[in-house]
């Protein structure tokens, strides 16, 4: 259960500090109306995320009995982590100059995280062959996967929210190019772990 938890976290960890939509609006609502709002954004996937969740385990209890689709899933999954890692190795200085957003934080990163693709594509690659693999290893590993990426992912928003309201300076400097190459080269390790748990999933059909 510490293993899917340890690998919820540093998903959620590395998916809340890439730079994309919203954390964009994170960081934008906070400059122009506090950190409160900045936490209401951050707050987002929570509510938008649990209608794909249910979806993926739907789809993974047909799916129990294909272990070769689970593993071109896994695959997939491997390889889409693998460019989450070198998106973080190569990541720069966020700007903090962003246009001023509208009022309704809240509604607005609902409407932000669910038109875009990226918790779609996790949960369909990445999601689905680790939830499989959870479900095989008890009851707790399941939830501890989900806890452990959700309470990373919106946490270190909340941070980015935070340290935006105290001073832009430590968004903009070196520490952050570091924790974000840090957290590339433990993805791309990740990703190791999917590609050969992917392989060995098609070797079932082999056998």
């Known amino acids: ?14 998916s809340g500090l ?12 906070t400059l122009r109306h506090g950190v409160k ?11 938008t995320d649990l209608p794909i969740i249910i979806l993926t385990l739907l789809v993974l209890s047909k799916l129990s ?18 460019t989450l890692g070198f998106g973080c190795i190569r990541a720069k200085r966020i700007e903090t100059g962003v246009r001023e957003a509208a009022p309704k ?9 669910a038109l875009s693709p990226h918790p779609y594509l996790f949960w369909l690659s990445v999601g689905a062959p680790t939830m499989a693999k959870a ?16 309470a990373s992912l919106v946490g270190s928003k909340i941070l980015v929210a935070m340290l935006v309201g105290r001073s832009k300076s430590l968004l ?13 080269v433990v993805l791309c390790a990740l990703a190791v772990a999917l590609f050969y748990d992917g392989l060995k999933l098609l070797g079932e059909r082999n056998q």
């Open 1 to 14: 259960m510490l293993y899917f938890l340890s690998f919820g976290a540093v998903l959620g960890i590395s």
């Open 18 to 29: 890439s730079p994309g939509p919203l954390l964009a609006l994170v960081i934008s609502e």
């Open 37 to 47: 709002a900045g936490v209401k954004v951050a707050l987002a996937p929570i509510i």
């Open 65 to 82: 009995g294909f272990p070769e689709i689970l593993g071109a899933i896994s695959l997939a999954g491997g390889i889409f982590i693998c």
């Open 105 to 113: 934080s809240l509604a607005k990163g609902v409407l932000v995280n």
């Open 135 to 150: 479900m095989s290893h008890g009851i707790g590993a399941l939830p501890a996967f989900i806890v452990g990426f959700y």
């Open 172 to 184: 903009t400097g070196n520490a952050y190019i570091y924790t974000m190459r840090l957290l590339g």
